[in-house]
């Protein structure tokens, strides 16, 4: 399978430790993003990277979180100090660099973090 | 935050009738995508509409848009028992690539 992968699937912890979450997108792929989801909710951004490039990161990114792309290829998400809040599905996507008319999206599975 | 909102939030059909949910938006977009998610596959792509276009099909999907009403249909016929899942409108504003998703529907095909 080609697509987009993220490990683990699902990521169990205590609050206030420390959690790394990994996305390998498509490899032809330049463009990788982060979206967070919690229930009945639609995905927000994070953050996205071109190539290894951090291009634009939300306002919900705190500074607890921080996002890396060593060599444009996975990418790591990792949330310190987590909270109760933090307790979501984090979904990586992946996309070519589009001509200016827009590219979908091509999601992994996501990580199931729950924070006990 | 999210962009805009889905029309209705559920909607509960039977097989083989068409599914219609709409979507809401705020600010001037580049393009409009329609994903799909269920927890069998995850957030799968349906659809990309332009801001030039006005009507796409793909299959059994028909998409409108309508940017002087900040709004769009998605279009579902002959619903399937496997088309159950939730739908989400994601808009892209020009000059980025970030999706803003709204708040999804949540369709159910009654076989």
């Known amino acids: 399978d080609t697509g987009v992968s993220q490990d683990p699937r699902h990521k169990i912890t205590k609050r206030g430790q420390n959690v790394t979450f990994r996305c390998d997108p498509i490899?032809?792929?330049?463009?990788l993003y982060w979206y967070r989801q919690t229930l009945g909710q639609g995905p927000e951004f994070l953050t996205y990277?071109?190539?290894?490039?951090?291009?634009?990161k939300s306002r919900l990114l705190s500074d607890r979180f921080s996002a890396e792309r060593p060599k444009g290829s996975f990418s790591t998400l990792e949330i310190q100090r987590t909270e109760q809040g933090d307790s979501a599905m984090y979904l990586c996507a992946s996309s070519p660099q589009s001509s200016g008319t827009g590219h979908e999206q091509y999601f992994g599975p996501g990580t199931r973090l729950t924070v006990t | 935050s999210q962009q805009g909102e889905e029309d209705p939030q559920a909607l509960s059909i039977q097989e083989g009738e068409n599914a219609t949910m709409n979507c809401s938006y705020k600010?001037?977009?580049?393009?409009l995508q329609w994903y799909r998610q269920n927890s069998g596959r995850g957030l799968v792509h349906l659809i990309l509409?332009?801001?030039?276009?006005r009507e796409k099909h793909s299959g059994r999907l028909r998409v409108t848009l309508d940017t002087s009403k900040k709004s769009s249909s998605l279009l579902i016929t002959a619903s399937r028992a496997a088309d159950t899942a939730s739908y989400f409108c994601a808009t892209v504003n020009f000059g980025n690539e970030k999706l803003t998703f709204g708040t999804g529907t949540r369709l159910t095909i009654i076989p």
């Open positions: 490899s032809e792929h330049n463009r």
């Open positions: 990277f071109q190539n290894e490039a951090q291009l634009e």
């Open positions: 600010t001037s977009i580049n393009n």
């Open positions: 509409i332009r801001s030039n276009e």
